[in-house]
């Protein structure tokens, strides 16, 4: 189904929302800035942190993460305190965190 993100700038903030095609939200929580980041997940800001929301806006990455940075198959590359890992949907660390910069392929 088509989704849309719609964003308003309300109480000194932007808030921004994932609707579906009738225009209903799929999510009570509001982001700072919603964009589509693969087939199945929407890349979502919240207080300058990053995390993931599904194709039915349930959050299945928590904003604590300084960038989501690529996602292949279940695989995804985040920057985390300045460090870089790889982690899986379901936030397992399949590599920990490191200075060196990542790269999937």
């Known amino acids: 189904s088509t ?3 719609t964003c308003a700038y309300s109480d000194g ?3 921004c929302y994932l609707r579906d095609n ?3 939200t799929l999510h009570t929580k ?3 800035a919603i964009e589509n980041f ?8 919240k207080n300058n942190y ?4 599904d194709t039915n806006g349930k959050e299945v990455i ?3 993460y300084d960038a989501l940075l690529q996602q292949a198959d279940s695989a995804l590359l985040v920057k985390f305190h300045g460090l870089y890992g ?3 949907c379901k936030e397992n660390w399949k590599l920990a965190p490191q200075p060196n910069r990542l790269e999937l392929v």
């Open 62 to 64: 928590p904003c604590v």
């Open 22 to 24: 009738s225009g209903a």
């Open 13 to 15: 903030r932007n808030q």
């Open 3 to 5: 989704h849309y993100i």
């Open 86 to 88: 790889i982690i899986d």
């Open 30 to 32: 509001y982001y700072d």
């Open 50 to 53: 990053y995390g993931a929301i």
């Open 38 to 45: 693969s087939n199945t997940l929407y890349r979502v800001r």
